[in-house]
């Protein structure tokens, strides 16, 4: 067969299928969008950075009114890095670490909501296979009073987001 009926074969032929052939183009880049997608989420490293409050306490004859405890406690083998925390429910003025490496955290008050409503830290790195604690001393803010309840989120770019809820009423305040 010559060359140019090779070429008007295949030229009929796309004349005659061309939707199929989109179609069936379309699927493929979808079926590998996901699988890259799948592919490249399940290599990313993710670390196993928990945060938790082990105390909500009253605070007598200071400026402010409550403390709470943070701990992170990062269980992976690698480094958690650009790391946020936001807790929000209160107006804070202070905090303090039991982390000699506290360095690598520092308090953001960008807005107006981070000096009334939330208290923002951000860690530029959080070192493997350690566990460290924040203390934040705060008042209430309004919607806190009213709903009894204060919430901490946390993420990173090496940790899933997560949010917790604790309800003032379960500590002694």
């Not at 010559?2 to 699927?27: C, E, G, P, T």
């Not at 590998?32 to 950075?49: E, R």
């Not at 955290?105 to 009334?116: A, H, P, S």
Request: charged residues 25%; aromatic residues 20%.
């Amino acid at each position: 067969m010559s060359r140019k009926k090779k070429k008007n074969r295949v030229v009929k032929q796309w004349k005659d299928h061309w939707a199929d052939y989109l179609i069936q183009f379309m699927f493929l880049g979808l079926f590998l969008w996901i699988f890259t997608t799948i592919l490249s989420d399940s290599l990313k490293p993710q670390t196993d950075i928990e945060v938790y409050s082990p105390n909500i306490s009253k605070l007598y004859n200071v400026s402010e009114d409550y403390r709470i405890e943070l701990v992170f406690n990062n269980k992976a083998d690698f480094a958690g890095e650009e790391f946020y925390l936001y807790v929000w429910g209160l107006t804070s003025g202070g905090w303090g670490s039991d982390y000699p490496a506290s360095e690598h955290c520092k308090r953001i008050e960008e807005l107006e909501v981070d000096y009334q409503h939330r208290f923002k830290i951000y860690c530029d790195f959080i070192p493997p296979k350690s566990k460290f604690g924040f203390h934040i001393d705060f008042e209430l803010d309004n919607r806190a009073n009213k709903s009894g309840f204060i919430s901490v989120e946390y993420w990173g770019k090496t940790t899933p987001y997560d949010r917790i809820y604790y309800n003032l009423s379960s500590f002694d305040l």
